[in-house]
């Protein structure tokens, strides 16, 4: 059978040869890649690389690729939501397997490891300021997922299924999934020093994640309705805006995801980092630390 080609106005390549939104060439991409929301980000995972090779930023996309202690290493910048995620992780399976030159999807597929390193708020209170909390399953609340097949061999229908029971979730909003973090990055990234949860990935920053400044909500008690949500003794432990979607279009597209969240913030108690940047940048050393061992 014919391998199907790829039109031009599905996959976007520059006239230098890269991939239109990360301006890269596939040259220019390692098979480790962490993940940052903000560009500025990258030059403070970067300035502890050995060596690095290539730079490139084309809007909120921003990658420097180079060497830590002789592991060749991307760090990316995705910007802030599931929908860069949409963009980000199509784009680093193009950048691997697709072949440029004849718009073809390669016989060899390459999987790629893919580490969050971001920041998150806690929703109970043992979830402690400062700590360093690795998402185990992520929970959905965006649509970016449902436009995709083939979605039933990597969700996890009956825990996506109990908290939609339990929040009396409002279908105009959008359908819940939930997805695993993969197995094998989940125990690399393991230690004494981080804690294991359950995140919620939401679409917006206020409204979405319960927060009130004028705007009135829809259900003020969202957030407490997810921090007593139980499954399996399972709890919420955390919200953000990214690994529920990093984790299902990984699985997706037959690459292994890991977040690592620092927790800068508590909704339970109102508290926030007095130095979130300390605590990012000991999250970023023990990340490169434990890729390497």
């Known amino acids: 059978m014919k391998q199907q080609t790829i039109q031009p106005s599905e996959l976007i390549i520059t006239p230098e040869g890269k991939i239109y939104h990360l301006d890269l060439a596939p040259s220019q991409l390692a098979t480790?890649?962490?993940t940052v929301g903000d560009p500025g980000r990258v030059e403070k995972v970067s300035k502890y690389f050995d060596t690095i090779e290539c730079t490139a930023q084309h809007r909120e996309f921003k990658t420097h690729t180079g060497t830590y202690k002789g592991k060749r290493i991307s760090v990316?910048?995705?910007g802030i939501g599931p929908d860069n995620i949409d963009i980000v992780f199509n784009e680093l399976d193009a950048l691997v397997n697709i072949d440029f030159e004849k718009r073809q999807v390669k016989k060899e597929l390459t999987s790629l490891n893919i580490i969050r390193i971001g920041t998150s708020g806690g929703l109970t209170p043992e979830i402690e300021v400062d700590s360093f909390l690795i998402s185990e399953l992520g929970i959905g609340l965006d649509n970016v997922m449902h436009y995709y097949d083939k979605t039933d061999k990597i969700f996890n229908r009956d825990f996506a299924q109990s908290f939609i029971d339990h929040t009396q979730w409002n279908p105009d909003?959008?359908?819940?999934y939930a997805v695993e973090a993969d197995k094998s990055l989940?125990?690399?990234?393991t230690?004494?020093?981080t804690i294991h949860g359950i995140t919620i990935t939401n679409v917006g920053f206020y409204g979405p994640q319960g927060r009130v400044l004028r705007a009135k909500l829809k259900d003020e008690n969202l957030n407490e309705k997810l921090a007593s949500f139980r499954y399996k003794k399972k709890k919420i432990t955390n919200l953000e805006m990214e690994t529920a979607t990093?984790?299902?279009?990984?699985?997706?597209?037959?690459?292994r995801a890991i977040s690592m969240n620092a927790i800068v913030a508590n909704r339970a108690s109102g508290t926030f980092s007095e130095n979130a940047s300390k605590t990012i940048d000991a999250l970023i050393q023990y990340t490169l630390s434990k890729i390497i061992a």
């Open 32 to 34: 480790t890649i962490i």
């Open 76 to 78: 990316i910048s995705t």
């Open 173 to 176: 909003n959008s359908v819940p």
């Open 186 to 189: 989940l125990k690399k990234l």
């Open 191 to 193: 230690s004494e020093k």
């Open 246 to 255: 990093m984790y299902g279009m990984a699985k997706l597209l037959g690459h």
